[in-house]
């Protein structure tokens, strides 16, 4: 590694430039390559794991993760080997779990009071109508191994789970090579997980959505994970629900001025680290602050341990835009709809009315996006790649469901009955119609 | 036809029976065939439109549904011709298509009001945390031509995305042969349609989730269709958002003998008319309650328009279930998750806690499903095939979506930037914990 690598230059582009909306596109621009090859063979896995159950869920583990078992069994966590890995961290490290554990469940209950409980009303003829919410039966949270071994991710799947009121949470973690991460076990044990396996990647996957002998079938599957859990997530979907498929990490930000270049600087680094893909863009119509970010930038890149993900990530994904105003901005951000947006202004109230599309948005210089991801309370399961147009952040509502409820009384099947058998009979649908006109009278 | 395809005789089965579970498990199974040749169909066809754009979808709409037009804006419906279509209805059905919709306006009111509004709240040390909700800017509606043209289906769709708040509700309906169905028009009228286009198929879902010249680029696309429908929903996800893919349709009555026996064999006919493959099955610890249900339906079949769908349907996938009691009925309908879920009971109010799984519930004699299918208000896009265990009807929720909001006061920096900062640093990210620092003292 050179010092050459060591240079995080982001796109620097301009709103009032003629070409801004290309050059924007290409920078944006991000596709899931389909891989046949990974395709094929998460397809294969899939059927094998519903054919041969645990047996093909061992030899996977064998293969793949290099954890040689003779049962299934074997594979299972203990709650006392959850708990032990708890009580056996630094007391700093249970503190902080167990506090950024509480306030993701106290946002997640509180959340749960809007929309996430049963209601019903009654209309004049005496009708009843509403909706009942229910936690579902059971859920399989996928936590990856390995490299991005996120304990964070652990609470901020399970808690909505537990806090919804699902019956029980299966986690699976695949430990490569037997190495099992500390954090994530004793996340584990704070979040309230249910039962818990060293298994991973499609046939992981496949062990939840299917069942096998020793792995309960799951009702839907929520958690991050690499190319082949993302495929067969995907895959499975309709058998089970699932969560949204994620791509690359980004952020946001919108700046006035206002805040230190520092803070800023380090928050696009916060995103760059987590992969190369990772996307960090800052829009200001102040261009001496950007340029105060860019020499913040190249002054605090050398100390970060990660510099040479945060370099590749900000060069070949990186921006910082010159916009006209705060209002382009934020129009610009509307047409982006990132996964973070950090609004670091004087004013961040001012400019949140004129903000609809983004995963999460961060207010003020103090609310750096690292604080969302680990203790605010809110999810840090966010939709990417511009999904933030029409999905939301993982909640506890994607761990419940409603069935409306309809009470219709004697008075009410008379006014209805007639309008029914006239839509009924418009539709050709002739014992719809009758159905409703033998209520009538 | 011979009289013998006019009986329908569902299987007769009993809880008692040793081998129930085997029984009823083979009469639920449903899988919708994978159909390699369509999938590969539907692809080539989304690459084409995607490809060469309002070309591609005319070239379609001239070959499989038989219409000819020199551009797309030709096949656009404008909206005095919506509107001709309503004021050319009998009154009778303009009445009823109008007071249908504003049935179900108002339960996705008072829908919208349960969750679907921006909440906020402040904790202790200031800093606010919330979500945002915002509706979709624009959606697509897929209505279903040809046999299967349910005006009622419009409503259900575009009336919640209306009262979400949506932008622009574009609504597309092929017209094979260049037959306009006046009721589906007028229904468009009644509930809000903003743009439609007389195009369907894979080359519709195309145009809406990539965008042509002519068709506008949505955000989501809600509504059934057919196989190629449902396929190239399925392939779009991601890109666009989509509803469910939905299976055949399904009821489930669970009876404690109460109601007419003729009431119960009509709405076991009403769901069977849909489609030979749609589902009926009946629940009742009252022996001699079936039996006087299959004499109502013997004597009622061949009164009916549709007797040889509903009698396959019946026949082929329906069952009259004799049970222990009410509540082991309860269980049964827990395990198998009816789209639709009718208590007909004295006691509607006894069963319906024990209920979890179901799209929507119907409670006492006088609530026929087919009330709700048009005008009781709540909606009729219900989760078929046992999803009900994890998914939900389709509401103004599926029009929203929601963005965490965290304004993070100076005194709560301090607190949460302690937990990420050690957080952070036991995930190996560097940058997020010196964000976090950053904004501490």
Redesign the interface.
Known sequence: MTSIDLRATPARLSSADGQFDAKLAARLHWS?AQDDAIEQRVQDILADVRARGDVAVLDYTARFDGVQAESLTALELQAGELAAAFDALPA??R???Q??AARIRR?HA??KQ???ET?T?VDEDG???G??V?P??RVGIYVPGGKA????SVLMNAIPAHVAGVGEIIMVVPTPRGAKNP?VLAAAHVAGVTRAFTIGGAQAVAALAYGTATVPKV??ITGPGNAYVASAKKHVF?Q??IDM?AGPSEILVLADGST?P??VA??L??Q???DELAQSILLSPDAAYLDAVQAAINRLLPS???AEI?AKSLTNRGALIHTRSMQEACEIANRIAPEH?EVSSRE??RW?PL?????????????????????????HV??TSG???????L?V?DFQ??????????A??QK?????Q???E???????????R??VG
């Open positions: 899931a700093a490290q503190d902080a779990l506090q950024a946002y509180w959340q809007q929309g996430g209601a009303y009708t009843l109508l909706q009942k229910t579902l039966d071994a996120y304990p964070s954090l009702d839907k309709g089970v629900g498929i230190p520092d803070w380090m928050d680094f916060s760059a680290e987590h970060m341990p990660r945060i947006l961040p109230q949140e903000l609809k599309h983004a995963g999460a948005i961060f207010l003020g210089a103090y609310t750096s996006e690292s604080l969302g991801d680990y203790c605010a309370g809110p999810n966010l939709p999904t933030a147009r029409f999905s939301s952040p909640s509502y469901k409603r069935s409306s409820l309809i009470a219709v009384s004697q009410g099947a209805l009955g007639h309008i029914a006239v839509l009924a418009g539709e050709g649908l002739h014992a719809h119609a009758e159905a409703a033998l209520r």
